[in-house]
């Protein structure tokens, strides 16, 4: 009701500066030159965003929070910052660090010397609640304006179910060949979200592990210290009672050392009760891409390091096909899960009671690039599954998840593209004992600096390879001999 309330103050402040406030001596001119806006989570969500857009000329680097001051008539504030040139236009970042947590702000991105600026925008701060809301989509992947727009429908279908969503993550593969088209197509067709909700931006493969510092030139992200950001970039941050992990899975095969020590670094010092990763290349699918070398090599590191770290949730994208696993350890389904039933907002929903191990959720694509099920994935992912399917003739998917203190309640819905109707496909939650994560004051945290880690890159490159090599001759190689007799 508060955030209602909030909402509505918002809009009332929005409408009365649009009429009042003067912007000096003359009124705002939009410049419809402005693109690519995002707002991203930039360290603390309860008080910072990172904002980044472009424009065809070098110019200030400028974003007004139009209802700053919360009572006052002069309500703006101006944050500068960077611009930078990048494959022919320029690049804009702003970082704004002084917000108040549970406020709903409007904003504009432009030039104040100039006086021009975008048209008005808008997102939230995160109250610090334990309660919110989010929705996820992967693998938009398109390379034409058509399939973008398609896939926006998928979003803004989400939002139409989850209208009270704080944030959306995109998992990964915004585009298909990472070209100046697409990603205006992206930002053309997804600034109703883009400009209005928070965004989580995950890095794919198609959006610059080849093609370096796309991915990062096109958000304003926190990225690790010490982290190379020429192929993605990986950061974390805090919602309510969780803490999110956003791995960048482009960093090196299967990824590198700097990048696992600062995940244990980061995971290790949150006492968060929710521990959530965010990540492009699945643990868990049964797309083309899972026997490949190196999903293969990527499974054996991260799955005893989600283990060990004791993650709830992996939210991941890459093979275009819907799975949910059961909760799994040490690559094996736990066992003996107790479950409770209750009612929660008038819907009665079966509950996992602190189930050991971790939820591996692949949200198939919101494009329409959609693969079928493989059914020669390596076991034991046939039995990890608790369900997968393809939505190939079906839709794009998009997922909702709520996190309200001690409950995680998860959907996965369709957009079905010949009806337009959405349908529930898969739920799961999760009821856990909450306040139980202490942080060890004597944890050493671990070296993230490139020269430190050198040899452990590669010892560990070598020792991934020997096993990816033993995988394939002891399990996946038999495995299709059996199969092609059958
Ligand atoms: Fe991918």
Known sequence: MNKCISKALSIVLVIALLFSFPLGSQAAQVDESISRISVTFYGDSQTARGFCWYTPDKCGSDVMILNYYAESSDSSKVFSGTCSKFKGSYVHKVTVDSLAPGREYSYRVGDVANNSWSDIGTFRTDDGNNKFS???????????????????????????????????????????????????WFFENFSFANMNMTHTPVAGNHDGNLKWNWFNNMFNLNAAENSQTLTGVYYSFDYGNAHFAVLNTNDMYPMSQQQINWLKNDMNTSDADWKIVMMHRALYSAGKNINKPD????????????DELNIDVVLAGHDHMYMRTHQVEGDEVVENIEYTTEYYKGEEITFALNPEGTVNILPSTAGTKRYTVNENAVSPIPKCAATAFSTRDWGGCYTTIHIDDDKFIYKAYVLDDDTGETELVDRYAIKKAVGQNTVDPDYEELPTDLLSNLSANVGNFIAQFTKMIITYITKLLPELIIKSFR
């Open 134 to 184: 989010f929705i996820t989509i992967a693998d938009v992947q398109a390379s034409s304006n058509e399939n973008f727009e398609n896939a926006s429908k998928v979003l803004a279908a989400a939002i139409e179910t989850c209208p009270e969503a704080e944030f959306y993550s995109s998992l990964g593969d915004y585009v298909n060949d990472c070209t100046n088209d697409e990603w205006n």
């Open 295 to 306: 999903t293969i090599i990527m499974r054996s590191v991260l799955i005893p390091l989600m």
